[in-house]
């Protein structure tokens, strides 16, 4: 009953954002801006910039609130148009170039037991070149498929999966000096 | 390609994690979205002035079209019409200048006539001096209003004739039986003057349509000389083109 009543109460906000009603769209926004500034934080490391991407990416929520028909979940319309953002200021921006090497050699992985901190985690990314960055966190983090990732990069699958390929192999070694810092503090 | 654990770690912290913006983004954002929203009203504003702008001067213009064109029209009638005001004015002056010409040239001949044929009757006289007046006429080779000034010309110059004859007739008779010439001489006078009557209403359409028909085949000349020359200018220059090449 709670999820329906909740349901109902942002199908509202969202009919009265569409009709420019500013407490409406300030809710929404409320509502969903820290994590969305989490999303943009993945792929852009200056905070600042992320913050820039994000109030842009709003405006495209609110400008085409109109086109969401109800139908799947809201925060996921809102998070997809947040990575598109990032991605299209990644790639026009930072002018981001992937080369086309489909060789990929599939690397088993040692599991590794640590946990993380969200701090090291987001440093482990940070590290990342943009490239890498940008397939990992669509393909790990928001679950996107190979031919997905490379039609919204614009880029051949088998790029796609290299780009997996490296940033996997680039993070494992990168959580393997972590762990001999961790040891050696220890 | 599995995700490893640590990547089913980083989704799970990742998707936790909330980062709240700075005060300020929401401002910001706010400002966009009223900038933007301003925007769009005015936008749809200016369509609708530019819409109407559209209209007036269309309207405008086809009034102007309008305008120009009833000038336009009226300028062409009233450049149509001076001529022809000016071709009446020549058409008077030539026959004023005819008829004093004329004037002078039949006097000589009513004389001639008056002393050589003393007895002749008045018609073969007239007959011979609307040939004459023809002549002098076209000897002096003016327009189409010649024929129809001589007309009229000759119209006045039978009265002066009749007058002419009437006393030369009265000189001639003093020889002769002066009942029978009076007689005769009245006789004459009343036909002529019945001819005369008659002979004034049937020049006056005749003349008119002989006018007419000058003027229109006195424009027929005109173009056929036009014609004529433009096709001799054309035939000359085409010839000297084929002898320079």
């Not at chain 1, 969401?68 to 925060?75: A, C, I, P």
């Not at chain 2, 002066?178 to 001819?195: F, M, Y």
């Not at chain 2, 229109?216 to 200018?233: G, M, P």
Request: proline share 2%; glycine share 2%.
């Amino acid at each position: 009953m709670k999820i329906i009543h909740l349901h109902q109460e942002e199908t509202e906000i969202i009919r009265l954002a569409v009709e420019h009603n500013r407490q409406a769209q300030q809710q929404i926004y409320s509502r969903f801006s820290s994590k969305m500034l989490s999303v943009c934080r993945q792929y852009i490391k200056d905070i600042q910039l992320a913050e820039d991407v994000m109030i842009t990416a709003f405006m495209k929520v609110f400008t085409n609130l109109s086109k969401f028909e109800n139908k799947g979940s809201f925060e996921g319309w809102i998070r997809r148009i947040m990575v598109n953002e990032c991605i299209s200021y990644l790639r026009v921006q930072k002018k981001v170039k992937f080369t086309e090497d489909e060789i990929y050699v599939e690397e088993s992985f040692n599991s590794i037991d640590i946990q993380f901190s969200i701090d090291q985690i987001q440093f482990l990314i940070d590290a990342l070149p943009d490239g890498y960055k940008m397939v990992f966190n669509l393909y790990a983090i928001e679950g996107y498929k190979h031919n997905e990732i490379a039609k919204m990069l614009g880029i051949n699958e088998g790029t796609s999966k290299s780009q997996l390929s490296h940033a996997r192999k680039m993070l494992q070694t990168q959580i393997n000096t972590l762990k001999k810092q961790d040891n050696g503090t220890e | 390609m599995e995700p490893n654990n640590f990547e089913k770690d980083f989704r799970d912290k990742l998707n936790q994690r909330k980062i709240e913006p700075s005060n300020k983004a929401w401002d910001r954002l706010d400002a966009m979205l009223s900038i933007a929203e301003e925007n769009k009203t005015p936008v749809r504003l200016r369509s609708l002035q530019t819409s109407k702008r559209k209209w007036l001067y269309i309207a405008a213009s086809i009034v102007g079209f309008l305008l120009v064109g009833t000038i336009f029209l009226s300028q062409k009638k009233d450049t149509i019409e001076i001529p022809k005001e000016n071709v009446v004015l020549e058409e008077i002056l030539k026959k004023d200048s005819i008829s004093k010409q004329s004037l002078y040239t039949i006097e000589p001949d009513k004389a001639e006539i008056v002393t050589s044929e003393k007895k002749s009757n008045q018609k073969p006289n007239q007959e011979q001096i609307i040939d004459l007046h023809k002549k002098s006429n076209i000897s002096i080779k003016k327009e189409q209003n010649q024929i129809a000034g001589s007309s009229i010309i000759i119209k006045k110059n039978q009265e002066n004739q009749t007058s002419n004859n009437q006393t030369s007739t009265v000189e001639t008779s003093k020889n002769e039986n002066a009942d029978q010439l009076i007689h005769s001489a009245e006789k004459t006078v009343v036909a002529e003057n019945s001819a005369k009557a008659k002979k004034i209403k049937v020049n006056a359409s005749d003349l008119l349509n002989q006018v007419d028909g000058e003027l229109e085949l006195s424009f027929r000349e005109k173009v056929i000389t036009k014609v004529n020359k433009n096709y001799q200018t054309v035939k000359v220059a085409v010839s000297n083109r084929n002898q320079q090449e």
